[in-house]
Nanobody, 117 residues
Framework: VQLQASGGGLVQPGGSLRLSCVAP????????MGWHRQAPGNKRELVAG???????TYQDSVKGRFTISRDSARNTVYLQMNSLKPEDTAVYYC????????????WGQGTLVTVSS
């Protein structure tokens, strides 16, 4: 089972992009959805996450520029990215976690974001 991420592309510095990620309906009781990124030569890192209750967390480098939101009814999570910088260039991955006795962590295929003039 794989999440479907979309919305990446090429954007100039200072521009905006909105990423979307849909979890199939077969994935139930999702408690957390997040966006991670991995630049060449770097480890994958959490960019932003949101719980079912709406609590959010952000990496310090994106605070004030990125906003994560979630449509629980559609099992969809969004990442609005504003004021993009070249250092935001990476492959962005979404994940969905179900905690508890049936713990599971599902991932999407990744979408490339390139910030360049």
């Amino acid at each position: 089972v794989q999440l479907q991420a979309s919305g990446g592309g090429l954007v100039q510095p200072g521009g905006s992009l909105r990423l979307s990620c849909v979890a199939p309906g077969s994935i139930f009781s999702i408690s957390f959805m997040g966006w991670h990124r991995q630049a060449p030569g770097n480890k994958r890192e959490l960019v932003a996450g949101i719980t079912t209750g709406g609590s959010t967390t952000y990496q310090d480098s994106v605070k004030g520029r990125f906003t994560i939101s979630r449509d629980s009814a559609r099992n969809t999570v969004y990442l609005q990215m504003n004021s993009l910088k070249p250092e935001d260039t990476a492959v962005y991955y979404c994940n969905a976690i179900r905690h508890g006795v049936t713990y599971a962590n599902y991932w999407g295929q990744g979408t490339l974001v390139t910030v360049s003039s």
